[in-house]
């Protein structure tokens, strides 16, 4: 049951990834494609499928928050890169703007990966 559980939760991290990438490139380019319905349910749903597998493996590995801190900088990080992300993707701001929260935003996400794979919150 964990290989299933971990495997799943990292090809959502990877669909998560590649799904942000592309929106923030339309973003850029002003793609008539962000305004697709699937654009905008299938990340929720991928995201969603995401935090639960991350919170299934907590619970499977026995792994809290206050005895990691390496998981802890992961919570704390997950709202700013969240919050970024809205940021990025919602129209509003000016163009600049936009591209600098979806640049911060990616570089939230791979802090975040980075700590899972040390498993430090110091990198």
């Excluded at 942000?20 to 990340?43: C, E, Y």
């Excluded at 801190?69 to 163009?95: D, N, S």
């Excluded at 600098?100 to 802090?111: D, H, K, P, R």
């Amino acid at each position: 049951m964990y290989t299933a559980v971990k495997y799943a939760h990292v090809a959502a991290i990877a669909l998560s990834f590649a799904l942000f990438f592309l929106r923030g490139i339309w973003m850029m380019v002003d793609s008539p494609n962000l305004g697709r319905r699937w654009v905008r349910v299938v990340p929720h749903v991928n995201d969603t499928v995401l935090l639960a597998a991350g919170i299934t493996l907590a619970f499977m590995l026995r792994v809290s928050p206050g005895e990691n801190p390496w998981l802890v900088a992961k919570l704390v990080a997950l709202p700013v890169y969240i919050g970024l992300g809205m940021l990025a993707l919602r129209p509003g701001r000016t163009k600049p703007v936009r591209i600098a929260a979806w640049m911060a935003a990616l570089a939230v996400f791979g802090y975040i990966a980075a700590v899972a794979v040390t498993r430090s919150a110091s990198l």
